[in-house]
């Protein structure tokens, strides 16, 4: 049921300028299907994820489908608290506890036998999470120098991909950190470029996997076109260690397709003569929660030769649970039947592909509800953060101007791109810490 606006425009006119955190408060919920009003592709997903995962779960991120114990939440209220005591401006915020949590159990996949995950660097800004990744995961997946520049100091026994449309200027510059290098061919002119480099050197080649999945990729090689991968699987004294297949965020990325982007380099290789020593499947596997991921790795292994070892290099997943952001109401503004809340927080400068879920308080089923649009503060008609039905249990629009909301399923890609704009300021960026964090 959701509530008629008329019930709320006084409310709004009696808006103040205090700084609480309104919507905070224990338990919490950020549950994709009731309170964010998705596209059908999206509500598709979620109904998928809810059957894998059956109906017992109290909360449910829309992104993994895996639930944030009740103590984890509650230091999320208690930082949250802290912050709006002395509330300086929008804020990403990454729990270096549910980072960890996500990657020790990505690392676990590795107990399947041939099967490493390196962290994508481009993910997240670099510091408490790359030191994570150094701890937990088997190395790094990087674009250029600058990148690698940002890794930890220390990545003896890890192995480092390099993977971008541009070849680099020198691969010395990937090995400082005494590293493994693994060099990611996109192109016939990467290869030349490879060809002129002395060496030797381990190498992939980029697959395109335009065919397999519904999205166009600009990246790598079809890999039907034997006559061109014939010439790039030898290279003076470099060593071809395999194929590469990535394929960003999509919906499309389903268990499926990933079998199949598998069962594809395996007979790419056959049709080669050569046996794969490395499957790198690259990142976007944000969809899949971890049941599904060990389901699939198995179904993976089974279509490759035993030796081969799989890859991931997730970016997303890493952060996705971790991340919240914090943004303060600045005005509420009534329009036609939705209540616009205009925060400080824009999704343009601060939160550059995020979805931001709204955290709101559990409710029981039935409750009523009210249908708020959160926008960002600048000139940009793009600037919203979405459409969210929220509880408003007592009948009254739950928010005031001035109240702090906490929005989940923040990545660290918003982290990465953060600007100011329009006259404000880039959002903060922190880290806080539970058990068990570095
Ligand atoms: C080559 C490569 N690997 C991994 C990733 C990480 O992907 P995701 O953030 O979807 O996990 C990216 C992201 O763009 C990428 O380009």
Not at 85 to 100: K, N, Q
Not at 152 to 179: E, H, I, M, Q, Y
Not at 282 to 308: D, W
């Amino acid at each position: 049921m959701i509530l008629p606006v008329r019930h709320h425009a006084q409310r709004v006119a009696e808006d103040d300028d205090r700084t609480r955190i309104a919507p905070v408060r224990l338990p919490y919920e950020v549950r994709a299907d009731h309170t964010k009003v998705h596209d059908e592709r999206m509500l598709a997903v979620i109904a998928a994820a809810k059957a894998h995962l059956g109906t017992e779960v109290d909360y449910f991120s829309r992104l993994r489908g895996e639930p944030v114990a009740p103590a984890q939440f509650a230091r999320l209220h208690a930082f949250a608290t802290t912050v709006a005591a002395s509330y300086r401006g929008p804020m990403l915020a990454y729990s270096l506890e549910l980072a960890r949590d996500a990657m020790s159990s990505l690392a676990a996949l590795r107990a399947q036998g041939g099967v490493e995950v390196l962290m994508a660097a481009k993910a997240m800004t670099p510091g408490p999470v790359f030191d994570l990744a150094a701890r937990y995961l088997s190395g790094f997946d990087v674009s250029n120098e600058g990148e690698y520049e940002k890794l930890p100091r220390v990545l003896a026994g890890k192995t480092v991909f390099v993977t971008a449309p541009v070849f680099p200027r020198a691969l010395s510059a990937f090995t400082s950190r005494d590293n493994d290098l693994v060099v990611t061919l996109d192109s016939l002119a990467q290869y030349e470029a490879l060809a002129a480099v002395e060496g030797p050197v381990d190498y992939c080649i980029r697959l395109s996997t335009s065919k397999l999945l519904e999205q166009d990729s600009h990246f790598g090689v079809p890999p039907e076109a034997h006559d061109l991968l014939q010439r790039m699987i030898t290279c003076g004294r470099h060593r071809f260690r395999g194929f590469h297949c990535h394929s960003g965020w999509s919906t499309s990325n389903t268990r499926e397709a990933y079998v199949a982007m598998a069962r594809n380099a395996a007979a790419a290789a056959r049709r080669l003569g050569v046996e794969l020593a490395y499957l790198n499947l690259g990142g976007g596997i944000c969809f899949l929660s971890m049941r599904e991921l060990e389901a699939m790795v198995g179904e993976i292994k089974r279509v490759l030769p035993e030796r081969t070892v799989l890859f991931f290099e997730p970016g997303r997943p890493l952060t996705e649970r971790a991340g919240f952001a914090l943004g303060r109401i600045e005005a509420i503004v009534l329009r036609g039947d939705l209540f616009d809340l205009v925060v400080d927080l824009s999704s343009e400068a601060h939160l550059r592909w995020t979805d931001p879920m709204l955290i709101v308080p559990t409710a029981p089923p039935g409750s009523p509800t009210i249908r708020v649009r959160i926008v960002g503060p600048t000139c940009a008609e793009s600037d919203v953060l979405g459409v969210f039905e929220v509880p408003a249990a007592t009948g009254e629009m739950p928010y005031r101007q001035g109240d702090l909301l906490m929005f989940g399923d923040v990545v660290g890609y918003s982290a990465c791109w953060n600007v100011g704009f329009n006259g404000r300021p880039p959002a903060q960026v922190v880290h806080f810490d539970g058990p068990g964090s570095p």
